[in-house]
């Protein structure tokens, strides 16, 4: 009996000696790997240049976040919708040569221009437009189609 119990024992300390070294081959190994064409001086040298490189990449990350920051700011007050509309408000005028465009932001504010021409003249006008609405000044029917193109626009 007694002699089974130490049969046992040895098995288990066997067991476990195996997987001890199959955990160090798998440490050793990857040791191997990380270490392979550095000299033991070297690898201090080696691990300081690579903590520079890692803060110098830790403040370049920090800078485009606060790029990023100002984008996110500045967008929705950017151009973003654009509506055209040509037209020809004269019988005597050959062609679609007049035209409204309508350049707004996110949130429908910009500007809607206008261009009539005739034989004579080409006359443009500028004219605020506040949350997709016209404000002091009165929108033609072709002013107001360009706002709805740009409106139609998914921003």
């Not at 064409?37 to 040298?45: H, R």
């Not at 996110?106 to 005739?118: Q, Y």
Request: charged share 30%.
């Amino acid at each position: 009996m007694r002699e089974e119990y130490l049969l046992i024992v040895a098995g288990a300390i066997f067991l476990w000696l195996i997987s001890l070294t199959f955990l160090w081959w798998k440490v050793y190994s990857h040791y191997q790997k990380l270490t392979k064409n550095v000299n033991a001086g070297d690898l201090k040298k080696l691990l300081e240049e690579h903590l520079v490189k890692l803060k110098l990449t830790s403040d370049k990350v920090e800078e485009l976040t606060k790029r990023c920051d100002i984008f996110d700011e500045k967008i929705p007050r950017s151009i973003q919708k654009v509506g055209l509309i040509r037209c020809n408000p004269y019988q005597d005028v050959g062609g679609d040569q007049s035209f409204s465009l309508a350049l707004l932001d996110k949130n429908g504010d910009g500007v809607v221009v206008s261009a009539l021409h005739n034989r004579e003249a080409t006359r443009m006008y500028a004219k605020p437009v506040v949350k997709g609405k016209e404000g002091k000044y009165t929108f033609s029917q072709e002013e107001k189609s360009a706002i709805e193109v740009a409106d139609k626009i998914i921003s």
